[in-house]
């Protein structure tokens, strides 16, 4: 399969470099605008006029290149790229990613992408079975990056075991079908998504609220935005910024959250409640500050209004998605949450624990969905960054959605 991507490919000293230019070229076959940057090291294994004369462009090694940064800086060149594939990625290169490091053009364009980012890891076995080259590579894997091999084998070094490049062939067959997965799979569609907590005032100063930051909602936004969509956003009261595309509509309460979404599901193709609405508000809300007068200060507060069950419940209502955020028995709770709500999918990640979850960089989901009469089915999606869990996730539904539209694709 071709497609027109912009990959950012980079070059790190190891001996299978020689092997990258195989990899510009079928990158370059598939149709992909490739710009090449190699570290130091790597010119000194294949040279940068071989993988200029492949790419068409350029190859850029300087990060203090007045000239280079002229044309088109670090920032613009990490924004430029739909991907950015490493390969081969030394043990110097990957322990660098681990640290922060960014003190040549590469790592540093690591450090300020924002894309996907793609690694293929090469080296002599006993440097890839070392504690703390394995330590940055699970490292690197819970910050979303995605390590494609190394393969088993006989070494350029004599050795044989775990540490050899995966070929360029395989290495380009897996990033076109990911990115591939990424192609605009909502185009033409509707997206409602509601994201954050919301507050409910006790007094004029107090209200009860969660610890929802809305990243995976807004992160959400953005994915079902770069799959195509016209994304409408309800957001409770973060310090989350939306693209300028998105049209962000901004609530406090779960009342106000309520009826601006039922305002607008009917008019959506797809409805995902991401928001963690608040199941109970204060009864009444005290119209001076509460004073510190008493010794216990008893609150009563009422159910709210249910947003998921009642858009499900609409007579022409949009393909509903539901979020579930528990401590204990998710599946279970996950499962009768789907059914209870008549919900056509809901994605369930647990929360209070030490990783992901609420107010943090990265989530798991455990998703499922209804599937005619063949029950309920469903799918994991690990530990990554939110962002790239929302992509997979913009992509679950419209393939759940809308099989016919994601085949064509
Ligand atoms: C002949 C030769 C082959 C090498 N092959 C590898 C290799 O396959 N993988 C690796 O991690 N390091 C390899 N190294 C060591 C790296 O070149 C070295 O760590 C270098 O600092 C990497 O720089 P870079 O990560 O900035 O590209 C090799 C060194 C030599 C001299």
């Known amino acids: ?55 068409g462009q350029p190859v850029l090694s300087q990060l203090l290149d007045a000239d280079s940064e002229h044309a088109m800086d670090h920032i613009r060149l990490a924004r430029w790229a739909d991907v950015i594939l490493i390969a081969p990625a030394t043990a110097d290169f990957i322990a660098k990613c681990r640290h922060g490091l960014a003190d040549d053009l590469l790592s540093t364009l690591y450090l300020a992408a924002t894309c996907p980012v793609y690694i293929a890891p090469a080296m002599n076995q006993a440097m890839w079975s070392k504690p703390v080259v394995q330590d940055s590579i699970q490292t690197l894997r819970a910050h979303g990056v995605q390590m494609i091999g190394p393969e088993a084998g006989e070494q350029a070094c004599g050795e044989v075991g775990l540490g050899r490049m995966s070929e360029p062939s395989a290495l380009v067959d897996q990033i076109y079908a990911e990115c591939i997965d990424q192609l605009p799979c909502l185009q033409g569609l509707s997206v409602l998504i509601s994201a954050g907590p919301t507050r409910e005032p006790l007094d004029p100063v107090r209200y009860l609220s969660n610890r929802s930051s809305g990243k995976m909602g807004y992160a959400l936004a953005k994915a079902a935005l770069a799959a195509g969509a016209k994304v409408t956003l309800i957001s409770g009261p973060v310090t989350l910024s939306a693209p300028v595309e998105i049209e962000r509509i901004s609530v406090e309460t779960a009342a106000e959250m309520y009826d601006a979404v039922l305002a607008r599901a009917s008019s959506h193709s797809i409805y995902i409640g991401a928001a963690a609405v608040a199941d109970y508000s204060p009864v009444t809300m005290a119209s001076c500050k509460i004073k510190k007068n008493e010794q216990t200060l008893t609150l009563v507060l009422q159910k709210t209004r249910d947003i998921l069950a009642d858009v499900a419940a609409l007579p022409s209502r949009p393909f509903t998605v539901g979020f579930a955020a528990e401590t204990h028995a998710l599946e279970d709770y996950a499962s009768a949450k789907l059914i209870e709500k008549n919900l056509d999918m809901i994605a369930a990640n647990w929360v209070g624990q030490a990783q992901g979850g609420f107010d943090s960089e990265l989530n798991a989901l455990h998703v499922l969905w209804r599937e005619g009469s063949n029950g309920i089915c469903q799918k994991q999606l690990p530990m990554t960054n939110k ?15 809308n099989p016919q539209l994601t085949a064509n694709t």
């Not at 962002?387 to 959605?401: E, G, K, M, T, Y």
């Open 1 to 55: 399969m071709t497609a027109n991507l912009n990959i950012l490919y980079g070059v790190s000293g190891g001996i299978a470099a020689y092997k990258s230019a195989e990899v510009v070229r079928l990158l370059r076959k598939r149709g992909a605008q490739v710009r090449v940057v190699m570290t130091e090291a790597a010119m000194q294994f294949i040279t940068p006029l071989t993988l200029q004369a492949l790419s």
């Open 387 to 401: 962002s790239l869990l929302a992509q997979h996730l913009i992509r679950l539904i419209a393939d759940v959605f």
